[in-house]
């Protein structure tokens, strides 16, 4: 359970609430182009509204560098967030000074205002005590429900919990810090890892720390070429990081001392170029020629994946098995998607590409828990405790 104090334990009735979320969508068009961030945020602003309060949202969006940049305004956020709430929701064209703060005053009990993107400044980024300071003047009390930046600690993340007490968490930031907790300290066995993506330098730590955990780590994606690579066989001109051959190498041994699987692809998708158009065919992983490139697991490998998969009580994946993005290179991910879809496993999905691959094909709500985090969810599976969540009051 988490010992940090969240929405349902406190006083809600006519205060002031200042939340951080997390609604770094893409926005095409001038429109939300995937809303599952703000959906995931409902719960937690719907509960403080029905309440009695009144409600200052907080969120980034992208990386604009601390400087205003148009195509990152939350305008069109605010304008998503209007059309799935009950309630009267304004929006600030700022994030601090005396034009929000003559906002966030005017609220009345069951109201919304959304503030201008927070990383339009620097100091957001660097923890900045005087911005924090800022943000927390306008409201009574603080919310934490983005977990997809409580790795950071950013002034609306950490910084302003020293301004602002109580500060607790929102139902989804409880949600996905008990759903990786569980997972992590009491899974139901078979545990299987499922870990893709393009580089090992991002997972290296997650595998360290998932090793004694697991029965199971099943390896894809362009990370599996440097393991191929440890192992001493060609790989053509697929992606390797030469610098993290010895690591990967290093991982191998010690999975073989503690008597722990690490499966690697036995076959693989290869292609002439790093292009949807390209030619492509699939061999056996010993066999990739010289000049072709590795950009998804082959069929095999998928099969092997899946029965691994079929096998599990608990599975958790983090990083797509190939270049889901282009078509010819799609099937891999899709397999373990679908397979793990249908499994009646305990299944979470880290976030990031692997939870935009199953949102893609419609099936994330039959997985357990897809993550909201990409980031957060690697910090939480690599054992390290959050900044945002450590700041809010404990129970």
């Known amino acids: 359970m988490l010992k940090k104090l969240t929405v349902e334990d406190i006083d809600l009735k006519d205060k002031k609430v200042i939340a951080r979320v997390d609604f770094n969508v893409p926005i095409k068009d001038g429109k939300v182009s995937d809303d599952f961030r703000i959906k995931s945020a409902l719960p937690t602003i719907k509960f403080i509204l029905s309440q009695g309060a009144s409600l200052i949202l907080m969120s980034h969006l992208g990386r604009p560098g601390g400087e205003w940049i148009s195509e990152f305004s939350l305008r069109p956020v605010c304008d998503c967030l209007r059309e799935m709430l009950d309630a009267p929701v304004d929006f600030a064209q700022d994030c601090t000074g005396d034009s929000v703060k003559m906002l966030a005053g005017g609220l009345e009990p069951g109201e919304v205002l959304l503030l201008e993107n927070l990383r339009f400044y620097k100091e957001e980024t660097k923890g900045d005590p005087e911005f924090a300071k800022e943000l927390s003047s306008i409201a ?112 191998l041994d010690i999975a073989a001392q503690k008597g722990k699987e690490i499966l690697l692809p036995s076959d693989v998708v290869v292609a002439d170029k790093f292009s949807e158009d390209a030619e492509y065919k699939t061999v056996p992983a010993t066999e990739i020629p010289s000049g072709w490139m590795g950009l998804d697991i082959g069929p095999e490998t998928a099969e092997a994946f899946s029965n691994k998969i079929r096998e599990c009580k608990t599975m958790v994946w983090n990083g797509p098995m190939g270049v889901f993005e282009m078509k010819p290179f799609a099937k891999g991910t899709f397999a373990v998607a679908e397979t793990a879809s249908k499994s009646d496993c305990i299944s979470v999905i880290g976030g990031g590409d692997s939870a935009s691959a199953v949102r893609k094909m419609g099936i994330a709500e039959k997985f357990s828990h897809v993550s909201t985090g990409g980031g957060a969810s690697l910090e939480m599976l690599e054992g390290k405790k959050l900044p945002g969540v450590e700041a809010l009051t404990n129970r």
């Not at 500060?167 to 893709?196: C, M, Q, R």
């Not at 060609?234 to 010895?246: F, L, Q």
């Open 140 to 251: 009574d009390l603080y919310v934490n429900d983005a977990f997809g930046t409580s790795h950071r600690a950013h002034a609306s993340v950490v910084g302003i919990t020293e301004y602002l007490q109580p500060s607790v968490a929102g139902f989804l930031l409880k949600k996905e810090i008990e759903y990786f907790d569980n997972i992590l300290g009491n899974p139901l066995k078979p545990f299987i890892a499922v870990l893709g993506g393009a580089k090992v330098s991002d997972k290296i730590l997650v595998i360290e720390n998932l090793i004694d955990r697991v029965d199971s780590i099943l390896i894809g994606g362009g990370m599996a070429f440097t393991f191929f690579k440890a192992q001493g066989l060609e790989i053509g001109d697929s992606k390797c990081e030469e610098d993290r051959v010895e690591e990967a190498k290093r991982l």
